[in-house]
C-alpha cells in the first residue's frame, strides 16, 4: 500500500517490514467493525511501529482520545457529536472491540504514539443540509455512508464490496468477505499484503465508478489529504492513516493542496460539542439503521476475541442458550453440529465454516428444523445486547450526569435489551423510580414505557417495559435546554408545554403526568392553563375527553399524597358542564359522529366510576360548597336516563346508556326490556334498530352474557330480526355482525344453540333435561369432583382436611 505521494503497487512502492514507510505514509484501509481488518491493523501497526496515527474521525474528538484507556470505557462506545445550539442534530461515530478504529487507537495509547482523528470535522458534518443529523457517521469501507440519508448525485450509487463479491463469484457480499479476510488470517507472512490487495482491488472500483454516487465523500477526502499533509511534516513519513478502504485511493492521490482548500472553501459551520457515549451491539446491526454496521455483530466479536477452535466455541455458546430456555441440547448435539457445519463448508468450498453453516447446523441439529429457537439465537448471539460504558470523567451536559447520579441512587442501570419492571409505590426507592421514569417521558427520553401490569390493577402498582437505546442521549442533550437537573427540566418542560398547549385534553393529559412525575412547582401553572381551557371550550366532545384524565390523576395523586384540591374543583366544573351539554349534543347524529359520542360516554362513565371508586370529594364550583361523588354519581345516572329516553339521541347512544345503568344496578330487567321492545318496535328503523342493539350488547361489553342469561332480551332481539325485511336485512347486516362477532366463540355457539330452539323453549342458558345436543341432562358429578381439588387450592384450603368450613358442595358452586 502507498502513501499519498507514492507509486503503484507491490513492486512499485509496496511494503516490506524493512521498508514500509519509504513510499510515504502507510494506508491502511479497513472496513469499519470487521474482525479481520481490526487483526490485521494491529499487526501491521505492530511491524510498521509508526510515531503517529491518523484515524478516520471527527477532529474535535482529539482530546477524548486518552479515554479510550481509562479502565472504565468498554466498548461499544460512540462519538458523539452535536450542534451546541440545537442538540438534535447530532451524529455518531459507533466502535465496538473489533473495530479496527478502536484498535488502532488502542495500540497508539499503548505504545505512547499520538492518535488523530482526520475526517471532515463535525463542526461542518452538522451543518451540512442534505443529511441533518447523520451526515457525520463514517463510512463504510463498502462506501456507503452511515446513517442513511447522505446525498443524491447523480453518479450511481454502489455496494463495492457486493460489486468484489459479484466479480468473485459470490452472490453474498457478507460471505465473501468471510473468506477472502476473516478466514484467511492477515497474510502469509507479509503484514501488509491485505492492505495492497484490497487497496488495489478499490482503485480499479474507483476507476470505474468515481466517487460511487457519493459525492460528500470528494470533500471528506480533500479534508483528509490535507490532514495527512500535515502529519507528514510534522512527524515525517512514519505516519499510519487508518480509514475506510473506499478512500485509500483518493488519499493516495496526487492532488494538489489548492485544488483540496478549495472544495472546502465555504463550507456552512455549527458550534459543535464531542463526547463518548454507549453504544449497542444492536445498533451495530444494518437492521438497527446504522448504514456502516454489520449483520452480526455479536457473532463478529466472537472471532475477534476466540483465538482458537472459534466454530467449536461458538456452537457451545448457543447450546449453552437453549439450554437456559428448556431446550434439550446436549453435548452430542454440539459435536454433531460442528461435523455438520465443516461438512457444509466443505461442499460448498469455503475455508471454513461461516455463519452461514453454522446457522444451517444449528438449525438441523439443535432446533430441529424449527426457526423458531433459532430467532432467538439470532437476537441474542448474532446480534446480541452488549451495552458499552463510559467513564464518569467523559464530558457530558449537566442533565446528563443528573440523571447518571439518579440511576446509581435507585440502582436503575441502564440495559440494552428489553425487560420488565414492576414498581410498588408504598416502597420509596420504587416510587422514586416510577417519578425519574415518569419525568424523563415527559422530557422526550422514553427509557421506559408504561403497561399493564399483570396480576394487578390497582394505583399501587406500576409496570415498565424498560430498554436504553444509544440514541436517549442525544434527546437527554436536546432536554438539557430546560434545565440542569432531571427534576428541574421537566417542570420547566411541563410549565412550557402547559403554554402551549392547543387542546383542554392536552393539558388534562398534561395534568395527570405532572402529578406522575410529581411536578409540584409545575402544577399551578398546568392547573391556571386548565381553568382557563375549560372555561372557553364549549365542545362536549372535547370537555368529555378531558374529565378522564382528572379523573385519573384524583386517583394517582391521592396514591402518592399529592394535594389535588385545585384539581378536584376543576373536575367538578368539567363533570357538571358535560352533564349539562351532553343530552343536546347527542341529538342528530350522523353514523361517525354517534359512534364517537358513545366513545365518550363510555369515557365519562368511565371517569365517575373512578371518582366514586376513590371516594372522591369534589367541590361544584363554589368556595364553600362541596359534593361527594356519590352525588357526583347520581347525577351522572340521571343524564344516562334522559339519554335512554330521549327519541331524537342516536340509537347506539340510547342503547348504550340503557345498558350503563343496568349494569349500575340502576335499571331493573323489565324497564330494560321495556327500552328494547320500544327500540324494536315496527315504527323504528331498521338500521336505527340495528345501531341501538349494538351500543346495548355490542362492543365487547358482555353483551353475549346478558343476552344468554335474560331470556326475554334473546326473545325481542330475535323476533326483531326475523321480522326485518330483506330489503332492510342487507343493510343493517354489516353492523349486526360487528356486534356479535365481537362474542367469544363458545357465546356465540351457545346463542346459536338457544335461537335454534326457538321461543319458550329455551329455558336459559342452563337449559338442563332438554336433550339438545350440546346441553347435559344435568350436573355431571364426576367432572365437578375433578375439579375439586384445583379450587381448594385456589381458596387456600387444606386439601387433606375434610372439616373444612367449605363442604364439596359449596365448591361445586364455586365451581360451575
Known amino acids: 500500500m502507498t502513501g499519498v505521494d507514492g507509486g503503484g503497487g507491490r513492486d512499485g512502492g509496496g511494503r516490506t517490514e524493512a521498508g514500509v514507510f519509504r513510499a510515504g505514509p502507510l494506508l491502511l484501509g479497513v472496513r469499519h467493525h470487521g474482525p479481520g481488518s481490526a487483526r490485521a491493523v494491529r499487526a501491521a501497526l505492530e511491524a510498521a511501529a509508526p510515531r503517529v496515527v491518523l484515524i478516520e474521525g471527527p477532529p474535535e474528538a482529539n482530546a477524548l482520545v486518552p479515554l479510550a484507556a481509562d479502565e472504565d470505557m468498554r466498548p461499544p462506545v460512540a462519538l458523539l457529536a452535536h450542534a451546541v445550539d440545537e442538540p438534535g442534530r447530532s451524529a455518531f461515530w459507533p466502535l465496538a472491540e473489533f473495530s479496527p478504529e478502536w484498535v488502532a487507537i488502542r495500540w497508539a495509547l499503548a505504545h505512547d504514539v499520538p492518535a488523530r482523528f482526520i475526517d471532515l470535522p463535525a463542526t461542518h458534518t452538522l451543518a451540512w443540509e442534505e443529511s441533518p443529523g447523520t451526515a457525520g457517521e463514517p463510512a463504510d469501507a463498502d462506501g456507503s455512508e452511515a446513517g442513511g440519508d447522505g446525498d443524491t448525485g447523480a453518479d450511481m450509487r454502489i455496494d463495492p464490496l457486493a460489486v468484489l463479491a459479484a466479480a468473485a463469484g459470490y452472490d453474498d457480499a457478507e460471505r465473501w468477505w468471510e473468506d477472502v479476510v476473516e478466514h484467511r488470517g492477515v497474510g502469509d507472512g507479509d503484514v501488509f499484503a491485505p492492505f495492497v490487495a484490497l487497496g488495489e482491488a478499490m482503485g480499479a472500483l474507483r476507476e470505474a465508478y468515481g466517487s460511487g454516487g457519493h459525492r460528500r465523500d470528494l470533500v471528506r477526502e480533500a479534508y483528509m489529504r490535507l490532514q495527512v499533509r500535515a502529519a507528514v511534516r510534522e512527524f515525517g513519513p512514519e505516519v499510519a492513516v487508518v480509514c475506510g478502504a473506499w478512500h485509500v485511493p483518493a488519499l493516495r492521490e496526487k492532488a494538489a493542496v489548492a485544488a483540496d482548500k478549495a472544495l472546502l472553501k465555504g463550507l456552512p459551520k455549527v458550534k459543535a460539542d464531542v463526547t463518548w457515549v454507549p453504544w449497542t451491539h444492536r445498533r451495530l446491526a444494518r437492521a438497527g439503521g446504522y448504514g456502516a454496521g454489520i449483520e452480526s455483530p455479536g457473532w463478529y466479536a466472537h472471532l475477534f476475541a476466540t483465538r482458537d477452535r472459534p466454530v467449536e466455541r461458538w456452537l457451545t455458546k448457543v447450546a449453552g442458550l437453549l439450554r437456559a430456555e428448556d431446550r434439550m441440547v446436549s453435548s452430542a448435539h454440539v459435536i454433531e453440529a460442528v461435523r455438520l457445519a465443516e461438512t457444509l463448508a466443505a461442499m460448498r468450498g469455503r475455508p471454513l465454516p461461516g455463519l452461514t453453516e453454522t446457522t444451517d447446523a444449528v438449525r438441523a441439529v439443535m432446533c430441529e428444523g424449527s426457526d423458531v429457537p433459532l430467532a432467538l439465537v439470532h437476537d441474542r448471539l448474532v446480534v446480541g445486547d452488549v451495552l458499552g460504558e463510559v467513564p464518569e470523567s467523559a464530558p457530558a451536559v449537566p442533565l446528563q450526569r443528573d440523571l447518571a447520579r439518579a440511576q446509581r441512587r435507585l440502582r436503575l442501570k441502564p440495559e440494552a ?45 406500576e409496570a415498565w417495559r424498560l430498554c436504553w437505546e ?79 384524565a382528572l379523573a385519573r390523576s384524583l386517583r394517582y395523586g391521592d396514591v402518592r399524597g399529592t394535594d389535588t384540591r385545585a384539581l378536584a374543583e376543576v373536575a367538578a366544573g368539567l363533570a357538571e358542564r358535560v352533564f349539562v351539554g351532553l343530552p343536546p349534543a347527542c341529538a342528530a347524529l350522523d353514523t361517525d359522529a354517534a359512534a364517537e359520542m358513545r366513545r365518550h360516554v363510555d369515557a365519562v362513565h368511565g371517569a365517575v366510576g373512578l371518582l366514586r371508586e376513590g371516594g372522591t370529594e369534589i367541590t361544584d364550583g363554589g368556595p364553600a360548597a362541596s359534593r361527594p361523588a356519590g352525588d357526583i354519581r347520581g347525577r351522572w345516572h340521571a343524564v344516562l336516563r334522559v339519554l335512554s329516553a330521549r327519541d331524537t339521541v342516536a340509537g347506539n347512544v340510547r342503547g348504550r346508556a340503557a345498558r350503563l345503568l343496568l349494569d349500575d344496578g340502576e335499571l331493573e330487567q323489565d324497564e330494560a326490556a321495556r327500552l328494547m321492545g320500544l327500540a324494536l318496535s315496527p315504527g323504528t328503523a331498521p338500521g336505527e334498530a340495528a345501531a341501538w342493539i349494538d351500543g346495548f350488547v355490542g362492543g365487547g361489553s358482555g353483551g353475549g352474557m346478558l343476552l344468554l342469561h335474560d331470556e326475554g332480551l334473546l326473545d325481542l332481539v330475535d323476533a326483531w330480526l326475523t321480522g326485518v325485511s330483506a330489503d332492510a336485512f342487507t343493510d343493517v347486516l354489516p353492523l349486526l355482525r360487528r356486534t356479535f362477532s365481537a362474542y367469544e366463540p363458545g357465546v356465540r355457539r351457545t346463542l346459536g344453540e338457544l335461537v335454534r330452539r326457538g321461543p319458550g323453549q329455551r329455558g336459559g342458558a342452563a337449559a338442563a333435561g332438554s336433550g339438545t345436543p350440546g346441553f347435559a341432562p344435568g350436573l355431571d358429578d364426576d367432572r365437578a369432583d375433578a375439579v375439586l381439588p384445583v379450587v381448594r387450592l385456589l381458596l387456600g384450603l387444606n386439601t387433606d382436611n375434610a372439616n373444612d368450613e367449605y363442604s364439596d358442595n359449596d365448591l361445586v358452586g364455586v365451581a360451575g
Not at 424 to 451: I, N, Q
Not at 471 to 479: G, H, I, N, Q, T
Not at 521 to 537: E, I, K, T, Y
Request: proline share 6%; charged share 25%; with cysteine.
Open 417 to 461: 435489551f428489553e425487560r420488565e419492571l414492576v414498581l410498588d409505590l408504598r416502597k420509596e426507592t420504587d416510587a422514586g423510580r416510577s417519578r425519574l421514569l415518569h419525568r424523563l417521558r415527559l422530557l422526550g427520553v422514553p427509557w421506559g414505557e408504561p403497561v399493564a401490569a399483570r396480576g394487578s390493577t390497582g394505583t399501587f402498582r
Open 470 to 548: 444509544p440514541e436517549l442521549a442525544v434527546r437527554v442533550a436536546e432536554a438539557g435546554v430546560w434545565g440542569t437537573t432531571v427534576l428541574g427540566a421537566a417542570t420547566a418542560k411541563a410549565e412550557a408545554d402547559a403554554v402551549a398547549a392547543p387542546a383542554l385534553a392536552d393539558v388534562t393529559v398534561l395534568a395527570e403526568r405532572c402529578l406522575l412525575a410529581e411536578l409540584p412547582d409545575a402544577l399551578p401553572v398546568v392547573m391556571r392553563a386548565l381553568a382557563d381551557r375549560a372555561a372557553l371550550d364549549t365542545d362536549v366532545g372535547h370537555l368529555a375527553q378531558a374529565l378522564p
